[in-house]
């Protein structure tokens, strides 16, 4: 495995591009990487905006073109944190042109691109990899360990809700209230993630999906910068859907927008039959665990902070215990651990790719098709 | 209206019967009450146990024939904490025999007989009430004033789960695991108080269920007394749907036996346009009360102690502020609401009959269809 | 041992009035007892609220003048509800007319009354008894158990606070604000309760008291009924002190009637060397337990529901798991107590007598010396 | 104002040493700022890992000698990070040499040489600064804004503690637990965070301790390396005292090294007239916040996440709303003050400086002595 510099590349500059270029710019202090990671060039719309952008994360170059990225030699992984309806186009031809590709989630807006991703996935000599951050928030792994461990044993409940509450009808029109653009609105922006958990913390797989809703509260938004003129949204502010996994689990899912005072509850709750773990990002530090051998007498649930060195993932790289970490800690340690991969080391936790991301792409499709059509969905029906 | 004494019957005498006959002993020491109610008759069917339990609660005779209630002359009220099944027989014949009947929830096994029910209790002279005794916490009273006032505006979300963990496979077979006398297992039994808490905070009706699923993990049970003999578990040992109600409200539910450590989690959280209220009766004591209009700067869940006088329902009628209540006292509540109704008082909260109970059932009904045939089914063509 | 009636009499008819004869009422319907409690008369001041008092909770008999019940032949027991300076002159009659005294905490208003008030329960035939009701809660019985079999091993600090937020301003001049009548403010009404469950917890003595303050921050009071007028309040409305106990441990203080919004906040946590527990009233059906044997990996505080019938404390003498307990409860736990006691059973924990009471007499009032003097204080220098 | 880069040195390389070179490394990226900040010089005593701690940071050089920082032409800020009883010789020659300081807390190890490093501060050219970073928690920050705009109007509690648990036996002697190098254990090591936060928070400053007590369970501690010998501790692992404010409040103080499972737990609470506040560093981002207007009917402790832009401080220079920030950030958050401070900018929130921090360290020797007397200490004789 080589330990040549990795040079990286950056496609978007807003919210996501500033939180990722923030791992890049922190991994080397927090982790002792196989590879050393270079910033090399960032690409984004607004060139006054991007040209400070690059100077204050550090990035060597800047361009507006993303197709720059594409043909630039130099570049060895490229990173998407552009809208969902374009990861397809621009991940395929980088893994085309044998980058390895670093895509934001979902891993796009509809399944069909979603399936042409796998396949040119499978095709290419660089890796891929997808953002679900929110597995590498040490309370999250450790919740991985704990299962895989056995600890909770047969799964019976997962129970995921990822609630924020910034939808409200004066939010303006953007592409993520759009289709075209966002493939769906809370699902795929914030279900998403549940499904992931959902499916990394159980290591199972959905099955069926028993029924679906969606709702478009406010179908009119205003536009930025119009004053009378509204824009049409038409995704789901809300949605919620059941499913079954394959080891048994009944298993319920729900995302809104307008669900104050969440602002961003990303919640998620496993009962198994020797103990139960629960997971709430607003209080990220923490899990809670049953261990049902506790019995009712001495049992409940325990509130266990994940920063002690040595018991919870990545905890060693940061702080010394209760000396709690952030949302951006979660995006460092996925870098971390995509170098790793990159480098030849084993990642601390899995890290999905695209066809792992395209299992939760597919569980996502059948619940809007659940919901439109009012029926229950086979997942082996959506492929 | 009559001051007379209110005489009144009880039939059963497990947990239940103990419950209601501890309200009845309590009522009129914290309830200044138009009527007062008399222990009349207790009905159970084992005479010695019956014996002895008459004695300790104060019940002047007892008898093992649920028909001498009915023609017994003496009885204003009669008190129905029977197995599902038996609610329909018990109350119609008791209702055309003149009695007022309080029944327990939920209304009953099957659609059918709820129907009868109401019917039954249209025709009689007798008022019918049905135990969802969860409405009279004060802090479910009190979100209900909040909800009345206005103070969450257009309510989108409703969320209620109702958990316990006394479900798993060591736990013997009975009534409640039988469809024949249960009609199902947690959605009947945890589920219906759910949904009509869901009707009854938001004074708003369900239009559709989208999607149901029930759960049966333990189909076998050891028979209580039986070594090597298993009982078969027809009803769903969890269940969850999702539905839609009039005012546009995407709700969900959720019912299990097996999901420790929760206890006895009855949760209920609404989210409005202009605040939220979250109620867990394993802190029945407190309301979760977010005012939108405190914003971020200063809003977020408030944690409110409903204990107190003028403030919050039933608390002028308790202890000092923040000095507790218990699961006991909702029935003490409810009973002495039902004493008021039958004394031409208004009770504090709205009480629900034969026919309010019947909507609940329709749901679950509803549900239970859906779940079956894995689709979508309107409420209206559940009569 | 006797098995006779045993004929109880109460002083007082207020608040405390209220809860000891629904502990009356209550207590037979929920324990199975050695003897019969017969509620046979009530004295208060008030001939007119005395009957309808009488009535409503069923006592035999009404008497305003105290000294009745000393000469009563009927009586085994007298209960006493009065305010703190009458426990003296009131419980020292009664033992040496041969009664047993159960005494609302304080034991008194100063030392010199307690220390008389022991002197009397030694030398009489009756016993004595102290509400000290918070014992009686089944998590901090729970506590107790789990202290007892050595689960939190040595002891190295306890932490009570006892807060309440109804001494405003606004709050007119009554007998609990008056040095003469009360002996201390929140001291006394309050820090009694937390000096006590310190004691009985730990099982530990009070050394000394390195350290005391307390605040009168509203010296003027209206008084009820008067516009203009305003009486004098001399007691502390908060108090804080610092102390040693035998076995090592760091023991703090503090009470408060003017620490909104805490209104009834009576929580105390303990810190061993092999694990932790935390009280908290306004949360009482549950215990904060941590073993420290779970380490940093899987260990933080579990939060227990101490609802469990065989695993906690009187849980088997009321409802299922989870179906929580309230405020009254306690004395209702306690009666059962006393009865057992004075019917020759064991009581489920440990009675606090007057001279149980008067070493925590002796604490409040060492740490009323060190507050006034300014000093560390020995307690083998108060007797 | 210069705006002129600004050239820092740093002396110490261990966990603190980390905290404030990442600060300095985040800075710019997070905040506009009036100079830019470089890092040019690190000193530390193990000259290997200095090499490494310097590549890994940026340092620019680095040096065993901490007096070439003294001397060093290039320098504009030197920063502190050293034991405690090294403060006061490096803070006074820097300041001396014309350096700006920023000195870990507490300002020293003991009074005497805290007064004279405020002597060198006011003679100095230079200014100087302190790092009680929790001050720059965002809730902290919203808190003092609350205070500031009358929001709680006349304190009458403050109650803070700040409880860790590594300090068990097995824990090898250190610097932290000798008297000499570190003047006090756990009182100046997390008992000064307390009173600084107490006297930023409330603007008030102490005026007695009316009590205190220290505790050294553990007087012998292994030495590191050695099997045998054992090193002898003589600090307090746990310290409490009581005090009272100009403005009138009763204040508690408590801190431990071994109070688990407490782990970071430094918590504050205050009780004013018209509202209170609670912080706890174990969930950093929240502040807990009750307005006493919403009164029993509405009120209670409103869970306030403090990560809105505009609303709360710093919070938009980071991420949106409820993506947390962690431990790291308060340093960021500091820093960028001191810059600003230094560029000639308002800080965000009031810098303390050594004369700040003295006014802290006088109430430690005050707590100090009346531990030590078993007596109440006026402030004013502590100088």
Known sequence: MTTAPLRIGLIGQKFMGRAHSNALGQVERFFDLPRKPLAKVVCGRDAEELRAFAERWGWERHTTRWRDLVVDEELDLVDLVTPNHLHGVQAIELLKAGKHVACEKPLSHDIETAREMVRAAKQARGRSFVWFNYRRCPAVGFAWNLIQSGRIGRILHVRASYLQDWGGPETPMSWRFAKKTAGSG??????????????????????????????????????????????????????????????????????????????????????????????????????????????????????????????????????????GLGYEHTFVNMLADIVCALGGREPKLPLPDFEDAYQTQRVLAAAQIAAKEGRAVKLSSVR
């Open 186 to 323: 809370a699902l795929g922006d914030l279900g998403a993630h549940s499904v992931d958990l959902a499916r990394f913390l159980t290591g199972d797989e959905f099955t069926q999906i028993h029924g679906a809703h969606g709702k478009t509260f406010y179908p009119e938004r205003p536009l930025a910068g119009a004053k009378k003129k509204v824009g049409r949204s038409n995704v789901d502010d809300a949605f919620a859907f059941i499913a079954s996994m394959k080891g048994g689990a009944l298993a319920t899912f729900e995302a809104s927008r307008v669900a104050g005072p969440h602002q961003n509850d990303n919640t998620i709750e496993i009962n198994g039959e020797l103990g139960s773990l629960r997971f709430c990002f607003e209080d990220m530090n923490r899990l809670q665990f049953c261990d049902a051998a506790d019995g009712h007498r001495e049992g409940g649930w325990r509130s266990v902070m994940c920063t002690s060195a040595g018991d919870h993932p990545y905890a060693e790289n940061w702080w010394p215990d209760a000396h």
